[in-house]
Every structure is written in structure tokens, then in C-alpha cells.
Nanobody, 119 residues
Framework: VQLQASGGGFVQAGGSLRLSCAAS????????MGWYRQAPGKQRELVAN???????NYADSVKGRFIISRDNAKNSVYLQMNSLKPEDTAVYYC??????????????WGQGTKVTVSS
């Protein structure tokens, strides 16, 4: 499975961006698709993820501003980012985790797309 992310860029505070990530290859039916980010000098952190059954998790810092969605037919995950803040500046990575009962999960990462929010 290969992941191709797109949609990053430069935006002023208060603006919006939409990230997209498309997975090539087949993905096991039980999976989690999500977005992580890593700011300079900081550890990678979860932004949001969405389970194949539909449950969604958001980091507290983005709740109410970001919306994650997925299109299973296209093996794609999206992140609509609204009301962006300078602290959202980071490289954003898409992630797919295949979940197996009785076996180790498999993780796949996209190449990262940079988001810069100016104040």
C-alpha cells in the first residue's frame, strides 16, 4: 500500500485548507485512516482518525475546527481544516493502519505535506 498526500500550502490565520490522501493497493477491511502532524522540534502527534466502521477521534486542539472524512470506494481520507491557527503549522502525514485479530497491525505512511499558517 502506498499513500499519496496532497493539499498542503501556505494560508493566513483563520483560513482553510483541505488535505487529501489516496491509498493505492488493497486495504484490509478493518482499518483506521488518519492524519498526524509534526511541528519543528516536536513529536509527531495524532490530529484525527476515522475507523472503517465510522468512529472518529480528534485531538483536543483541533476539535470544532477540523473535519476528517473518508471515501472507502476511493481508498481515500480527507482533512478539512478551518479556522487555522499559526500553531497548526506542521508537516501533515496521512496514515493507514490495518487491524488484524490475532496478528500485528500494519502501518502505512504518506510522504507528508507541509502546512504553514501565518499570523
Amino acid at each position: 500500500v502506498q499513500l499519496q498526500a496532497s493539499g498542503g500550502g501556505f494560508v493566513q490565520a483563520g483560513g482553510s485548507l483541505r488535505l487529501s490522501c489516496a491509498a493505492s493497493g488493497s486495504i484490509f477491511s478493518i482499518n483506521v485512516m488518519g492524519w498526524y502532524r509534526q511541528a519543528p522540534g516536536k513529536q509527531r502527534e495524532l490530529v484525527a482518525n476515522i475507523i472503517s466502521g465510522g468512529a472518529i477521534n480528534y485531538a483536543d486542539s483541533v476539535k470544532g475546527r477540523f473535519i476528517i472524512s473518508r471515501d472507502n470506494a476511493k481508498n481515500s481520507v480527507y482533512l478539512q481544516m478551518n479556522s487555522l491557527k499559526p500553531e497548526d503549522t506542521a508537516v501533515y502525514y496521512c496514515n493507514v493502519r490495518e487491524v488484524f485479530i490475532g496478528a500485528k497491525d500494519r502501518n502505512y505512511w504518506g510522504q507528508g505535506t507541509k502546512v504553514t499558517v501565518s499570523s
